[in-house]
């Protein structure tokens, strides 16, 4: 795989997004490649998944617009997020813990990862949000459902219509994460956390899983087509295309 590196080892398996000149963000063959690698390791038969960002700066920054842009139709967008929300809804379907690394910050897309995962560990300079409001649109891959189940109705929708990112701190008090380590502690913490569920007995942990999804689930495929429609909306309006402009330049401003 190009941008992204999977290694498993005594049955942890450790992914990395390894973009980190475009801050981990997410191409389309990124894309590609998170789905490939998720099946990989059902295939292998790991025990527990860690997904982090290369680098400190960014577990991932969202979908790569310099890419993405290239994609003006309601119809791309939609083909696009029906296929990374089908992604992303494999993670629960995993029978293993998966756990999400936040080495740096995690906007857009990349919060959407992040919450799709088990449970969420921070550094603690990292942040989470989603700005996609600042640029017209609204989450496509399952985190507005995702988001009102992990920290409730009121908050997520305070959280994705504010579209400003939340200190881990802030992040922690909200349920939003479930831990915040010292940056310089975060790969310790994720390799001795990994270690003891991969210790656990496999049977246990896959039902425990099971178990707490059945009660909580982080997956609604009912709901997917209504929200892609309405994604596919926002991404093909005018005012997103404006507001990436602005953005863009605002950029450029400050280089």
Not at 59 to 86: N, Q, T
């Amino acid at each position: 795989m190009r941008d992204l590196h999977l290694e498993v080892v005594g049955g942890v398996a450790m992914l990395v997004i390894d973009r980190p000149g475009a801050r981990n963000a997410l191409a389309l063959q990124t894309m590609d490649e998170l789905d490939e690698a998720l099946e990989t390791v059902r295939l292998q038969r790991a025990r527990v998944l860690v997904i982090r960002g290369a680098g400190e700066k960014a577990f991932c920054a969202g979908g790569d617009i310099k890419e993405l842009e290239g994609m003006r139709s309601e119809s791309e967008a939609a083909a696009m997020a029906h296929r990374m929300r089908a992604t992303l809804d494999r993670i629960p379907q995993l029978a293993i813990p998966v756990i999400a690394g936040l080495n740096g910050d995690a906007l857009g897309g990349g919060a959407e990862l992040a919450i799709a995962c088990d449970f969420r560990v921070a550094a603690e300079h990292a942040r989470i949000g989603f700005p996609q409001i600042t640029l017209g649109l609204m989450p496509a891959w399952g985190a507005s459902e995702r988001l009102a189940s992990l920290i409730g109705r009121a908050r997520a929708l305070s959280v994705l219509l504010g579209g400003q990112p939340l200190a881990a701190a802030e992040a922690l008090q909200l349920g939003l994460v479930e831990e915040v380590v010292p940056s310089a502690k975060l790969k310790g913490r994720l390799h001795d956390l990994a270690q003891a569920i991969a210790a656990a007995p496999p049977a246990a942990v896959a039902g425990i899983k099971s178990s707490v999804n059945a009660v909580r689930p982080h997956k609604n495929p009912e709901l997917a087509d209504t929200t892609v429609e309405a994604f596919a909306r926002t991404w093909a309006d005018p005012a997103h295309w404006e507001a990436v402009e602005k953005m863009e330049k605002r950029r450029r401003e400050k280089r």
